[in-house]
């Protein structure tokens, strides 16, 4: 379902290829358009798609906090509720968390942060953020699975990482 390919390198390391999706292929290096909140602000989705967009980011953090990745899951989907047929990526908000480093606090639990929208505390997990991106596509599950790895082993190694990273992060901002 998924896949990458390489068609060039350059000698700088850049490269040209292909990421296959079971939502169309995407020729890289790509224009990424951001729909922070499940949308492009100021764009319809008839310009994106005159624009050749293939792909568009979408952001874990602030659809966790508004609309709710469990709405989403219950409206079909994140394809479903943002009306896009084409491949949506989306991170696992942890940019966010550190970008609003007055509002966050990394333990070994995971970060525990207030949000920017209404000041409620929230406590961001690697076992949450997997969960969120479950919730918002069926198929990250699908990303994790590899045939050397169980989803359960992959999601443990995920998760170590995780954790490792926002540790990192914290001791050198």
Same mark, same amino acid.
Do not use: C
């Given at each position: 379902?998924?896949?990458?390919?390489?068609?060039?390198?350059?000698?700088?390391?850049?490269?040209?290829?292909?990421?296959?999706?079971?939502?169309?292929?995407?020729?890289?290096?790509?224009?990424?358009?951001?729909?922070?909140?499940?949308?492009?602000?100021? &764009? +319809?989705?008839?310009?994106? @798609?005159?624009?050749?967009?293939?792909?568009? %980011?979408?952001?874990?953090? $602030? #659809?966790?906090?508004?609309?709710?990745?469990?709405?989403?899951?219950?409206?079909?989907?994140?394809?479903?509720?943002?009306?896009?047929?084409?491949?949506?990526?989306?991170?696992?908000?942890?940019?966010?968390?550190?970008?609003?480093?007055? &509002? +966050?606090?990394?333990?070994? @639990?995971?970060?525990?942060?207030?949000?920017? %929208?209404?000041?409620?505390? $929230? #406590?961001?997990?690697?076992?949450?953020?997997?969960?969120?991106?479950?919730?918002?596509?069926?198929?990250?599950?699908?990303?994790?699975?590899?045939?050397?790895?169980?989803?359960?082993?992959?999601?443990?190694?995920?998760?170590?990482?995780?954790?490792?990273?926002?540790?990192?992060?914290?001791?050198?901002?």
């Amino acid at each position: 379902m998924f896949s990458f390919q390489v068609f060039g390198k350059d000698p700088t390391g850049a490269r040209r290829g292909r990421l296959t999706t079971p939502h169309g292929s995407i020729e890289t290096p790509v224009f990424l358009p951001v729909g922070t909140a499940a949308t492009v602000k100021g &764009l +319809r989705q008839e310009a994106l @798609e005159e624009l050749g967009a293939e792909l568009i %980011l979408a952001n874990t953090y $602030h #659809l966790y906090l508004r609309p709710g990745h469990e709405l989403i899951r219950k409206l079909g989907g994140l394809h479903r509720f943002m009306s896009w047929p084409r491949a949506i990526l989306t991170d696992s908000g942890g940019y966010q968390v550190f970008s609003l480093s007055e &509002l +966050r606090k990394v333990t070994d @639990e995971g970060v525990r942060f207030r949000s920017h %929208l209404d000041g409620s505390e $929230h #406590l961001l997990t690697p076992e949450k953020a997997a969960e969120m991106a479950g919730q918002l596509d069926k198929r990250a599950r699908q990303l994790a699975e590899r045939k050397e790895r169980s989803y359960e082993d992959a999601l443990t190694h995920l998760l170590g990482l995780m954790r490792q990273g926002w540790a990192a992060k914290e001791k050198n901002p």
